[in-house]
């Protein structure tokens, strides 16, 4: 497929894609034009090797606070998911 033909294809497919998927392609495409993008948030949020890094530093900050949850407790919290 020429490079106009997949242009008409992708654009055709974004008018009728729903938030999520947008989204994901919004991420990928900002990572791919910012060379620097090393990571994603969990909200897909491109970060800088810088930002990354920060982002690290600070769980570590609030690791070493003891604001974390167990293993058992994520669990809990897993299983309740499926229930709302």
């Known amino acids: 497929m020429s490079t106009p033909q997949l242009r008409n294809e992708l654009n055709k497919i974004?008018?009728?894609?729903?938030?999520?998927?947008?989204?994901?392609?919004?991420?990928?495409?900002?990572?791919?034009?910012?060379?620097?993008?090393?990571a994603h948030t969990t909200?897909?949020?491109?970060?800088?090797s810088e930002q990354y890094i920060a982002e690290l530093s600070e769980a570590?900050?609030?690791?070493?606070?003891?604001?974390?949850?167990?293993h058992a407790r994520v669990k809990a919290k897993v299983k309740l998911w499926g229930k709302k």
């Open 14 to 38: 974004i008018e009728n894609a729903d938030e999520r998927f947008l989204k994901m392609v919004y991420a990928i495409a900002v990572a791919y034009a910012d060379k620097n993008v090393v």
């Open 43 to 48: 909200n897909g949020v491109p970060l800088t």
């Open 60 to 70: 570590k900050r609030e690791i070493k606070k003891g604001k974390t949850i167990s």
